[in-house]
């Protein structure tokens, strides 16, 4: 535990007492409430904050903000609490501020094709608002994360291939600032020159420059035509290739995901599926009703020389569902192959001419190791994760996941590829930052410097305290 | 003219004998060079820099900054001279860096769909070299701008309906900062979550923070159909109806522009074309042959019941190459207009559900204006220009430009649009950032002082020197 910058727990107390005037119940101190707040979803070991605070509007936040600014008390900004990189443990201590309260969706701009949000709104809350007007938000991370969360992680998922991630997606946020002014980003036309793109810099900042309490994301018209299926291959390698040549093609796929067969093998058992255990590819097609069957003939054509089965389609949106849902359960597919154990999720992105390459060597390197290691990936995008399933209190596993973990992204590197192309870096991915960044480190220092002189918005994380 | 941050003579003159040491005869102090590097396109007058350094390589420009960092003598990073809000008119004196001979093609990625290119590559040039492999970059923002130009203020144009601006497309960035450091902004993977978007904080910067040397470009797939069609309309409010509602029906239209009248008349001049001198969409759609004629076969309904004209096509790439040089020439044939006048150009963008009472109320203003002020628009996405058409030595045109600019801004900042859509601030637009922005302005402050603390680059330009 890195104790730099914890505040003194007399100072500490003093802020709870303020906190606790301001907000009576929603002022927590109790050891459950601290515990579920001081992890998210990843093997990092718990670190509790000192209270949970639970706010409900932006002035609330801005509120807090003020009172731990004033003591110099260090905050955790927290949503729903699905990241994966210790993004949310409170390694300095101080207040976590749970914004999943505030979840209501403020505006629904249908004519304009775009909505504002509160941070604490869920991705499938949001879309299942949206039903009735025809439109839909498609970022989609996999597990039901907050908004908030998806901004502060520079989110994306299955649909970014298409659709871009959460960079492309938000077009403004209203902020709190570490000294708790409040300060909205941009405007809500569709572009504009004026000025620093504070937007894009507060997306991916996890929690480190401010706490978002709004959000306004581009919306997009339901497709006349969804059609999914899956395909299994006799390699990989087709697979791969398969993605790449679709992408290179052009043809405007929703989403094209790989799963080994490892990952096959967990996903039939946990989602009660029987899928052939092999490498697949599962695809999703968005369009009119020409269009879907032009996509389809193109990524066929291109598949059948590649060792592509049998489509197995579904048309139904419940078959669909069901489909997406294995497909979004996979974490919990990987945590069910050994009882007890935790999830290690690395990922990351690589030029997509790399990316068989890259596919290959790690799966090379996978060769004789003893944990579960399955593979799934955003591969359209040339990204994809491993899951090492792992004792955590196994230190040798925890070594060789490590080991795994820090040859994946010396590889990524090498092929001018990215330590993490969707999860953040948090805690696990800190010392890959020099590496990957060189001296714009230090350009993201000096940002942080300037926004939060006092380091008190999440520190510890993503920029590493060394080198 | 702001003389703040104005190096002495002495100085200044020391800093000039550094760079001829450096640069021989590529240093240049000659009256005509330094007029014609002291202004844009726009009305701005000219402001001349002490000297022209014409720069080769990263490595010369790094050595360039430090010299003048050392001294602490202004720096005005300078590609084409394309821009039309005075982005370079050197108001502090001291260095212009003429980056417009490094203008290489650096790497062409044909399989990763990207291109890295040095900021002197004009858009033209670019889309030339890549010809052969059936790519194409489709940010035009009708100039044969310099592609560190377009970086640097965050161009869009006709294309950013379907393709999006330079936000979207500039996938990572070598540059010079103000204290002659090199940083790349990001890896070539299509996504990254690792730390903040560098990127996205320099791409639209106005060179304020630093010398932009390479930039990594997304590129498409040249579509196997591409049709242009001209359609003039009744009424503006029809038009800009059809515009809407094509946007709204998820239409993937490529380009989609409005010209008014007054517009038109200009151009069947300038470009000895004979089209009805009525309001005017210029559209295009990529896609496949039965993508295409699916498009058309939509905007056609929705153009129908709004009182759109004969759709007039263009097939061929000779017609379509005629008809799109023709609507990139407007300023020139705005010029035309008035012998001896420069044009005042100025945009603003707004939500597209916004978009026809803004246009309308706009249109409401002018009636009585004495200088012509044609309009034209990249309306799919909310934006639209107005060109002043004026004689800069008359005071009272000035005044009466200024006074619409000023509530044609105010019109789009209380429909929650910006002061500029694309052509950024410069020196024009200052005046509405603290509008615009609010305490978000600080934050840009903070920024701009964290990464040039004296003040260096492009000084005076974007960020207002009070209120």
Redesign the interface.
């Known amino acids: 535990m890195n104790t730099m910058n914890r505040a003194t727990t007399e100072t500490t107390s003093g802020v709870i007492d303020k906190l606790r005037a301001l907000l009576g119940d929603r002022l927590s101190t109790a050891d459950a409430v601290r515990e579920s707040h001081g992890h998210d979803e990843s093997w990092h070991p718990t670190e509790m904050p000192d209270a949970v605070a639970f706010a409900e509007s932006t002035e609330e936040v801005s509120a807090i903000v003020r009172v731990c600014h004033d003591a110099g008390v260090p905050m955790v900004p927290y949503g729903a609490g699905t990241s994966v990189e210790g993004h949310i443990q409170a390694t300095h201590g101080g207040i976590c501020v749970d914004v999943g309260g505030m979840n209501e969706v403020l505006e629904v ?1 249908a ?4 909505c504002t949000v509160q941070p604490g709104v869920r991705r499938m809350q949001l879309n299942e608002h949206l039903r009735d007007t025809g439109l839909f938000f498609p970022i989609d991370p996999g597990a039901d994360a907050s908004i908030g969360g998806m901004t502060g ?4 998922g299955t649909n ?1 291939v298409r659709y ?2 959460m ?2 997606n938000v077009m403004s946020l209203t902020v709190v ?1 570490p000294n708790g ?18 937007t ?2 507060f ?3 996890e929690g480190t420059l401010g706490i978002i309490t709004e959000i306004t994301l581009r919306l ?2 339901i ?1 006349e035509n969804i059609s999914s299926a899956v395909v299994p291959f006799e390699t990989v390698e087709g697979a791969v290739d398969t993605t ?1 040549y679709t ?4 043809i405007p796929i929703a989403r094209i995901e790989l799963l080994d067969d490892v990952q096959m093998d967990a996903l039939n058992k946990y989602s009660k599926m029987d899928h052939p255990v092999k490498p697949t590819l599962f695809m999703e097609f968005h369009g ?1 009703d ?2 879907v069957a ?1 996509q389809i003939a193109m990524v066929k054509a291109i598949g059948d020389d590649l060792g592509a089965g049998e489509f197995q389609w579904s048309d139904k949106l419940e078959d669909r569902n069901r489909l997406w849902q294995a497909r979004h359960d996979v974490a919990y597919a990987c945590k069910a192959m050994r009882p007890g154990c935790e999830i290690w999720a690395t990922d990351v ?5 790399r990316l068989a390459e890259c596919i290959a060597e790690t799966r090379k390197d996978l060769e004789g190791v003893t944990i579960p290691a399955p593979m799934c990936g955003h591969v359209g ?3 994809f994760h491993l899951a090492f399933v792992l004792d955590p209190n196994a230190p040798e596993e925890l070594r060789q996941a490590e080991d795994l973990n820090e040859r994946l992204v010396n590889r ?2 090498a092929m ?10 948090g805690l696990g ?1 800190q010392k ?2 020099r590496a ?9 220092r ?6 939060d002189p006092t380091n008190i918005m999440n520190p510890g994380k ?2 590493p305290a060394q080198n």
Do not use: F, W
Not at 247 to 250: D, W, Y
């Open positions: 701009h004519e304009d094709l775009d992680t520079r989110a994306s970014a871009g991630t960079r492309e600032l002014e409040i300060i909205r980003t941009a405007r809500r036309s569709r572009k504009s020159s004026a000025g620093y793109d504070l894009r810099l997306v991916g900042s997009y018209g497709p790449i992408i290179q093609s052009g009119t020409a269009g032009e992105c690589v030029p997509l001419s995008d040339g990204n990524a590197l001018d590829g990215t330590c993490t192309g969707e999860h953040g870096v991915k890959y930052m990957e960044h060189g001296d714009a480190l230090n350009v993201m000096a940002v942080k410097a300037a926004i993503m920029l």
